[in-house]
Protein backbone atom coordinates (compact mmCIF):
# COMPACT_ATOMS: atom_id res chain seq x y z
CA UNK A 1 0.00 0.00 0.00
CA UNK A 2 1.55 3.48 -1.18
CA UNK A 3 0.25 7.05 -0.05
CA UNK A 4 -0.19 8.03 -3.94
CA UNK A 5 -1.06 10.97 -5.16
CA UNK A 6 -3.93 12.95 -2.70
CA UNK A 7 -3.51 10.36 -0.42
CA UNK A 8 -4.78 10.88 3.26
CA UNK A 9 -3.55 10.39 6.52
CA UNK A 10 -6.55 11.60 8.66
CA UNK A 11 -5.93 12.11 12.11
CA UNK A 12 -8.86 12.12 14.00
CA UNK A 13 -8.32 10.63 17.13
CA UNK A 14 -4.64 11.05 17.34
CA UNK A 15 -2.15 14.06 17.72
CA UNK A 16 0.37 15.39 15.29
CA UNK A 17 3.87 16.78 16.21
CA UNK A 18 5.16 18.96 13.72
CA UNK A 19 7.64 21.49 14.51
CA UNK A 20 7.76 20.47 17.98
CA UNK A 21 3.87 21.21 18.70
CA UNK A 22 0.89 19.18 19.07
CA UNK A 23 -1.80 19.26 16.40
CA UNK A 24 -5.48 17.89 16.96
CA UNK A 25 -7.87 16.39 14.56
CA UNK A 26 -6.05 17.45 10.83
CA UNK A 27 -5.08 15.81 7.85
CA UNK A 28 -2.41 15.45 6.19
CA UNK A 29 -1.91 15.03 2.52
CA UNK A 30 0.77 13.48 0.58
CA UNK A 31 1.88 13.35 -3.34
CA UNK A 32 4.72 11.67 -5.05
CA UNK A 33 5.77 10.49 -1.36
CA UNK A 34 6.04 14.21 0.25
CA UNK A 35 3.95 16.04 2.48
CA UNK A 36 1.89 18.84 0.10
CA UNK A 37 -0.95 20.01 2.72
CA UNK A 38 -1.73 19.71 6.68
CA UNK A 39 -5.53 21.13 7.08
CA UNK A 40 -7.55 21.12 10.04
CA UNK A 41 -10.30 18.15 10.55
CA UNK A 42 -12.90 21.03 10.98
CA UNK A 43 -15.94 18.43 11.36
CA UNK A 44 -15.93 14.51 11.61
CA UNK A 45 -15.73 12.67 8.33
CA UNK A 46 -18.16 9.85 7.76
CA UNK A 47 -17.30 6.70 5.96
CA UNK A 48 -20.09 7.88 3.16
CA UNK A 49 -18.04 11.27 2.73
CA UNK A 50 -15.28 9.92 2.35
CA UNK A 51 -15.87 7.33 0.16
CA UNK A 52 -17.02 10.91 -2.37
CA UNK A 53 -13.73 12.12 -2.28
CA UNK A 54 -11.13 12.06 -5.24
CA UNK A 55 -8.34 10.39 -3.10
CA UNK A 56 -7.44 6.70 -3.47
CA UNK A 57 -6.27 6.06 0.15
CA UNK A 58 -6.83 7.46 3.14
CA UNK A 59 -5.61 6.50 6.57
CA UNK A 60 -7.44 6.90 10.09
CA UNK A 61 -5.63 7.32 12.99
CA UNK A 62 -8.15 6.77 15.83
CA UNK A 63 -5.55 7.25 18.80
CA UNK A 64 -1.85 7.52 19.81
CA UNK A 65 0.31 10.42 17.83
CA UNK A 66 1.74 10.70 14.53
CA UNK A 67 5.56 11.83 14.75
CA UNK A 68 8.91 12.20 11.94
CA UNK A 69 10.00 9.33 11.18
CA UNK A 70 13.53 8.68 13.29
CA UNK A 71 17.09 8.74 11.31
CA UNK A 72 19.39 6.37 12.85
CA UNK A 73 23.26 7.27 11.79
CA UNK A 74 24.62 4.33 13.28
CA UNK A 75 23.31 1.05 12.69
CA UNK A 76 25.66 -2.25 12.27
CA UNK A 77 23.08 -4.39 11.94
CA UNK A 78 19.30 -5.97 12.46
CA UNK A 79 17.38 -9.02 11.24
CA UNK A 80 20.04 -11.68 11.93
CA UNK A 81 22.47 -9.81 9.57
CA UNK A 82 25.83 -7.89 9.84
CA UNK A 83 26.87 -4.76 7.20
CA UNK A 84 30.42 -6.38 7.70
CA UNK A 85 29.86 -9.77 7.38
CA UNK A 86 27.76 -9.44 4.17
CA UNK A 87 28.16 -6.21 2.92
CA UNK A 88 25.64 -6.14 0.18
CA UNK A 89 22.13 -5.09 -1.00
CA UNK A 90 20.45 -7.93 0.08
CA UNK A 91 21.89 -7.21 3.64
CA UNK A 92 20.53 -3.37 3.71
CA UNK A 93 17.45 -4.46 2.76
CA UNK A 94 16.83 -7.36 5.49
CA UNK A 95 18.56 -4.69 7.85
CA UNK A 96 16.05 -1.97 7.05
CA UNK A 97 12.97 -4.30 7.36
CA UNK A 98 14.26 -4.78 10.68
CA UNK A 99 14.55 -1.85 11.79
CA UNK A 100 11.50 0.02 9.76
CA UNK A 101 9.36 -2.09 12.58
CA UNK A 102 10.80 0.43 15.48
CA UNK A 103 10.06 3.46 13.43
CA UNK A 104 13.40 3.79 11.36
CA UNK A 105 12.63 5.73 7.99
CA UNK A 106 16.06 6.57 7.68
CA UNK A 107 19.87 5.01 8.67
CA UNK A 108 23.27 4.83 7.72
CA UNK A 109 24.15 1.30 7.49
CA UNK A 110 27.74 1.35 9.38
CA UNK A 111 30.94 -0.38 8.70
CA UNK A 112 32.79 -1.21 11.47
CA UNK A 113 36.84 -1.50 11.59
CA UNK A 114 37.79 -4.14 9.30
CA UNK A 115 40.15 -4.63 6.08
CA UNK A 116 39.87 -2.69 3.03
CA UNK A 117 38.09 -5.16 0.87
CA UNK A 118 35.15 -5.08 3.61
CA UNK A 119 35.07 -1.29 2.93
CA UNK A 120 35.01 -1.44 -0.73
CA UNK A 121 32.13 -3.85 -0.55
CA UNK A 122 30.17 -2.03 1.85
CA UNK A 123 30.64 1.04 -0.26
CA UNK A 124 29.40 -0.32 -3.43
CA UNK A 125 26.27 -1.70 -2.08
CA UNK A 126 25.62 1.61 -0.77
CA UNK A 127 26.16 3.18 -4.11
CA UNK A 128 23.55 0.48 -5.73
CA UNK A 129 20.97 1.56 -3.05
CA UNK A 130 21.57 5.24 -3.40
CA UNK A 131 21.31 4.48 -7.27
CA UNK A 132 18.18 2.40 -6.98
CA UNK A 133 16.28 4.32 -4.03
CA UNK A 134 16.40 1.78 -1.87
CA UNK A 135 13.94 2.95 0.51
CA UNK A 136 15.83 4.05 3.72
CA UNK A 137 19.10 3.78 3.00
CA UNK A 138 20.49 7.61 2.65
CA UNK A 139 24.28 6.88 3.49
CA UNK A 140 26.88 5.08 4.55
CA UNK A 141 28.85 5.53 7.84
CA UNK A 142 32.70 4.09 8.29
CA UNK A 143 33.16 4.03 12.39
CA UNK A 144 36.67 3.14 11.64
CA UNK A 145 39.38 1.76 11.11
CA UNK A 146 41.48 5.03 12.26
CA UNK A 147 40.79 4.57 16.25
CA UNK A 148 42.92 4.68 19.16
CA UNK A 149 44.27 1.45 20.57
CA UNK A 150 43.84 1.80 23.86
CA UNK A 151 39.64 2.86 23.53
CA UNK A 152 39.39 0.60 21.06
CA UNK A 153 36.39 -1.73 22.27
CA UNK A 154 35.15 -4.11 20.29
CA UNK A 155 37.31 -2.79 17.07
CA UNK A 156 39.47 -5.62 15.89
CA UNK A 157 42.88 -4.48 16.51
CA UNK A 158 44.44 -5.56 13.55
CA UNK A 159 42.40 -3.99 11.01
CA UNK A 160 43.40 -0.32 12.94
CA UNK A 161 45.36 1.90 10.25
CA UNK A 162 46.12 5.03 9.40
CA UNK A 163 44.33 6.38 6.43
CA UNK A 164 46.04 5.41 3.29
CA UNK A 165 45.37 6.24 -0.41
CA UNK A 166 43.19 3.48 -0.50
CA UNK A 167 41.08 4.64 2.55
CA UNK A 168 40.93 7.84 0.69
CA UNK A 169 39.95 6.13 -2.76
CA UNK A 170 36.58 5.07 -0.85
CA UNK A 171 35.95 8.31 1.54
CA UNK A 172 35.82 10.84 -1.33
CA UNK A 173 33.47 8.91 -3.41
CA UNK A 174 30.82 10.81 -4.69
CA UNK A 175 28.34 8.30 -5.31
CA UNK A 176 27.93 7.52 -1.43
CA UNK A 177 24.60 9.58 -0.35
CA UNK A 178 25.77 11.04 3.06
CA UNK A 179 29.48 9.55 3.94
CA UNK A 180 29.91 10.24 7.45
CA UNK A 181 33.52 8.71 9.08
CA UNK A 182 34.57 8.46 12.53
CA UNK A 183 38.02 9.03 13.73
CA UNK A 184 39.88 9.19 16.56
CA UNK A 185 42.03 12.44 16.46
CA UNK A 186 44.91 10.80 17.27
CA UNK A 187 45.15 8.77 14.51
CA UNK A 188 44.35 11.16 11.64
CA UNK A 189 45.78 14.50 10.95
CA UNK A 190 44.12 17.83 10.71
CA UNK A 191 45.18 18.42 7.29
CA UNK A 192 43.26 14.59 6.29
CA UNK A 193 40.02 15.82 8.52
CA UNK A 194 39.89 18.99 6.23
CA UNK A 195 40.26 16.95 3.09
CA UNK A 196 37.48 14.71 4.21
CA UNK A 197 35.11 17.72 4.80
CA UNK A 198 36.27 20.06 1.56
CA UNK A 199 35.21 16.11 -0.27
CA UNK A 200 31.35 16.71 1.24
CA UNK A 201 31.94 13.89 3.79
CA UNK A 202 31.14 14.59 7.77
CA UNK A 203 33.65 13.31 10.01
CA UNK A 204 32.89 12.85 13.55
CA UNK A 205 35.50 11.96 16.24
CA UNK A 206 35.53 8.43 18.40
CA UNK A 207 36.99 5.80 19.98
CA UNK A 208 39.47 7.90 21.10
CA UNK A 209 42.03 8.82 24.07
CA UNK A 210 42.43 12.37 22.53
CA UNK A 211 43.11 15.38 25.00
CA UNK A 212 41.08 18.11 24.92
CA UNK A 213 43.69 19.96 22.32
CA UNK A 214 43.73 17.03 20.36
CA UNK A 215 40.08 17.09 20.26
CA UNK A 216 39.64 21.15 19.41
CA UNK A 217 42.18 20.75 16.60
CA UNK A 218 39.58 17.78 15.02
CA UNK A 219 37.15 20.56 15.38
CA UNK A 220 39.15 23.08 13.95
CA UNK A 221 39.74 21.33 11.03
CA UNK A 222 36.46 20.23 10.34
CA UNK A 223 34.96 17.55 12.49
CA UNK A 224 31.08 18.05 13.83
CA UNK A 225 30.18 15.06 15.13
CA UNK A 226 30.79 12.94 17.93
CA UNK A 227 30.42 8.79 18.14
CA UNK A 228 28.33 7.43 20.94
CA UNK A 229 29.04 9.91 23.63
CA UNK A 230 30.75 8.77 26.70
CA UNK A 231 31.38 5.19 25.35
CA UNK A 232 35.08 4.77 23.76
CA UNK A 233 36.45 7.90 24.60
CA UNK A 234 38.83 9.53 27.31
CA UNK A 235 36.57 10.98 30.07
CA UNK A 236 36.28 14.16 31.88
CA UNK A 237 38.58 14.85 34.72
CA UNK A 238 39.48 17.98 37.05
CA UNK A 239 42.45 18.56 35.45
CA UNK A 240 42.10 17.12 31.49
CA UNK A 241 38.27 17.72 29.74
CA UNK A 242 39.12 15.07 27.56
CA UNK A 243 37.20 13.88 24.63
CA UNK A 244 34.10 14.06 26.99
CA UNK A 245 34.05 17.29 28.09
CA UNK A 246 35.30 18.99 24.68
CA UNK A 247 32.20 17.45 23.36
CA UNK A 248 29.62 18.79 25.90
CA UNK A 249 31.62 22.65 25.51
CA UNK A 250 31.46 22.56 22.22
CA UNK A 251 28.43 24.37 20.84
CA UNK A 252 28.12 23.76 17.08
CA UNK A 253 28.89 20.28 17.46
CA UNK A 254 26.35 17.09 17.16
CA UNK A 255 26.94 13.87 19.75
CA UNK A 256 25.25 10.20 19.44
CA UNK A 257 24.23 8.88 22.36
CA UNK A 258 22.63 5.05 23.10
CA UNK A 259 20.11 5.41 25.73
CA UNK A 260 19.59 1.40 26.11
CA UNK A 261 20.37 1.55 30.28
CA UNK A 262 23.42 -0.14 29.47
CA UNK A 263 25.53 2.21 27.92
CA UNK A 264 25.23 5.30 29.41
CA UNK A 265 23.74 6.41 33.27
CA UNK A 266 20.83 8.20 33.54
CA UNK A 267 22.13 10.94 35.09
CA UNK A 268 25.13 11.21 32.50
CA UNK A 269 22.44 11.25 29.93
CA UNK A 270 20.46 13.81 31.57
CA UNK A 271 23.91 16.34 32.08
CA UNK A 272 24.77 15.43 28.31
CA UNK A 273 21.16 16.71 27.16
CA UNK A 274 21.40 19.70 29.32
CA UNK A 275 24.55 20.95 28.01
CA UNK A 276 24.19 20.37 24.60
CA UNK A 277 20.46 20.68 24.51
CA UNK A 278 17.19 18.79 22.13
CA UNK A 279 19.09 20.17 19.05
CA UNK A 280 22.33 18.86 19.07
CA UNK A 281 22.21 15.66 21.66
CA UNK A 282 20.65 12.51 18.78
CA UNK A 283 19.39 8.90 19.81
CA UNK A 284 21.32 6.59 17.96
CA UNK A 285 21.18 2.65 18.48
CA UNK A 286 24.56 1.23 17.53
CA UNK A 287 22.85 -1.81 16.58
CA UNK A 288 23.89 -5.13 15.91
CA UNK A 289 22.56 -8.13 14.25
CA UNK A 290 20.13 -9.45 16.41
CA UNK A 291 17.67 -6.54 16.69
CA UNK A 292 14.05 -7.77 15.20
CA UNK A 293 15.26 -11.56 16.17
CA UNK A 294 15.65 -14.15 18.92
CA UNK A 295 18.92 -13.99 17.99
CA UNK A 296 21.36 -14.53 21.73
CA UNK A 297 24.64 -14.60 20.13
CA UNK A 298 26.32 -13.94 16.81
CA UNK A 299 30.35 -14.46 15.28
CA UNK A 300 32.33 -11.61 15.30
CA UNK A 301 35.29 -11.83 13.42
CA UNK A 302 37.69 -14.32 15.06
CA UNK A 303 35.06 -14.65 17.54
CA UNK A 304 31.76 -14.12 19.12
CA UNK A 305 29.34 -11.92 20.60
CA UNK A 306 26.96 -12.93 23.38
CA UNK A 307 23.68 -11.30 24.42
CA UNK A 308 22.35 -11.14 27.92
CA UNK A 309 19.06 -8.96 28.03
CA UNK A 310 19.90 -5.84 26.73
CA UNK A 311 23.63 -6.20 26.64
CA UNK A 312 26.10 -6.95 24.00
CA UNK A 313 29.78 -8.36 24.92
CA UNK A 314 32.53 -9.45 22.74
CA UNK A 315 34.94 -12.28 24.32
CA UNK A 316 37.05 -9.79 25.98
CA UNK A 317 34.13 -8.32 27.85
CA UNK A 318 33.31 -5.19 26.12
CA UNK A 319 30.54 -4.03 25.31
CA UNK A 320 30.03 -4.76 21.60
CA UNK A 321 26.88 -2.59 19.80
CA UNK A 322 23.56 -2.83 21.25
CA UNK A 323 20.47 -4.45 20.74
CA UNK A 324 18.49 -1.28 20.97
CA UNK A 325 16.07 0.12 18.50
CA UNK A 326 14.91 3.58 17.47
CA UNK A 327 11.73 3.67 19.14
CA UNK A 328 12.87 2.35 22.60
CA UNK A 329 15.49 5.06 22.91
CA UNK A 330 12.72 7.42 22.40
CA UNK A 331 10.92 5.69 25.09
CA UNK A 332 13.56 5.54 27.08
CA UNK A 333 14.42 9.34 26.55
CA UNK A 334 10.63 10.00 27.53
CA UNK A 335 10.21 7.85 30.19
CA UNK A 336 13.63 7.71 31.91
CA UNK A 337 15.01 10.85 31.27
CA UNK A 338 11.55 12.70 31.51
CA UNK A 339 12.50 14.86 27.98
CA UNK A 340 8.77 14.69 27.34
CA UNK A 341 7.97 13.27 23.56
CA UNK A 342 8.57 16.55 21.64
CA UNK A 343 12.27 16.94 22.73
CA UNK A 344 12.83 13.00 22.47
CA UNK A 345 11.33 12.69 18.90
CA UNK A 346 13.37 15.83 17.94
CA UNK A 347 16.51 13.75 19.27
CA UNK A 348 15.23 10.99 16.90
CA UNK A 349 14.70 12.93 13.35
CA UNK A 350 15.15 16.39 13.39
CA UNK A 351 18.93 16.55 15.32
CA UNK A 352 20.51 13.56 12.99
CA UNK A 353 18.60 15.33 9.70
CA UNK A 354 20.42 18.66 10.75
CA UNK A 355 23.78 16.69 11.65
CA UNK A 356 23.88 14.82 8.60
CA UNK A 357 22.75 18.02 5.78
CA UNK A 358 19.33 16.29 4.62
CA UNK A 359 16.98 19.09 5.15
CA UNK A 360 14.26 16.99 3.37
CA UNK A 361 13.57 14.84 5.96
CA UNK A 362 13.56 14.86 10.01
CA UNK A 363 9.53 16.61 10.60
CA UNK A 364 6.46 16.74 9.69
CA UNK A 365 5.84 20.24 7.59
CA UNK A 366 5.07 20.76 4.15
CA UNK A 367 7.51 20.08 1.89
CA UNK A 368 9.78 17.42 3.07
CA UNK A 369 9.55 13.57 2.85
CA UNK A 370 6.49 11.60 3.83
CA UNK A 371 8.16 9.85 6.84
CA UNK A 372 6.06 8.59 9.63
CA UNK A 373 6.15 7.16 12.71
CA UNK A 374 2.44 6.15 14.15
CA UNK A 375 2.92 5.94 17.85
CA UNK A 376 0.46 4.07 20.37
CA UNK A 377 0.16 6.07 24.27
CA UNK A 378 2.52 3.71 25.23
CA UNK A 379 4.92 5.00 22.27
CA UNK A 380 5.01 1.59 20.51
CA UNK A 381 4.54 1.67 16.98
CA UNK A 382 1.43 1.26 15.47
CA UNK A 383 2.69 2.38 11.97
CA UNK A 384 5.62 3.75 9.51
CA UNK A 385 5.84 5.14 6.02
CA UNK A 386 9.08 5.50 4.16
CA UNK A 387 8.71 8.69 1.66
CA UNK A 388 4.96 7.90 1.65
CA UNK A 389 4.58 4.23 2.00
CA UNK A 390 3.31 2.01 4.07
CA UNK A 391 6.18 -0.51 5.17
CA UNK A 392 4.71 -1.86 8.46
CA UNK A 393 1.43 -1.67 10.17
CA UNK A 394 0.65 -3.21 13.44
CA UNK A 395 -2.87 -1.20 13.89
CA UNK A 396 -6.06 -1.30 11.34
CA UNK A 397 -5.72 1.53 8.99
CA UNK A 398 -8.62 1.85 6.77
CA UNK A 399 -11.97 3.09 7.49
Known amino acids: MKLSAGASLIADGAQVLAGGSLIDHCTIDTSAGKIIAINPLLAEISPQELALRAEPIQYRLDRGT ?8 QVNGGGGVMFNHAPTLATLRCMMQ ?8 AMLPTVITDDIETMQAAANAVAEAIRTQEPGIVGIHFEGPHLSMAKRGCHPPAHLRPITEGEFQIYLRQDLGVRLITVAPEAVTPAQIRQLVASGAIVSLGHSNAKA ?3 RAAIDAGATGFTHLYNGMSAMTSREPGMVGTALISDNTYCGIILDGQ ?3 PISAQVAWRVKGTAHL ?6 MSPVGTDQTEFAFFDGKVIRDGMTLRDPYGSLAGSVLDMASAV ?3 VNILDLGLAAAVEMASLTPASFIHLPQIGDISIGKQADFVWLDDDLSVLAVWVAGQLCYRAAPLDW
Not at 98 to 105: D, I, L, N, P, V
Not at 282 to 287: Q, R
Open 331 to 333: NYA
Open 66 to 73: LVAGFIDT
Open 282 to 287: MLVTDA
Open 213 to 215: DEV
Open 263 to 265: HVH
Open 98 to 105: AHCQFGTT
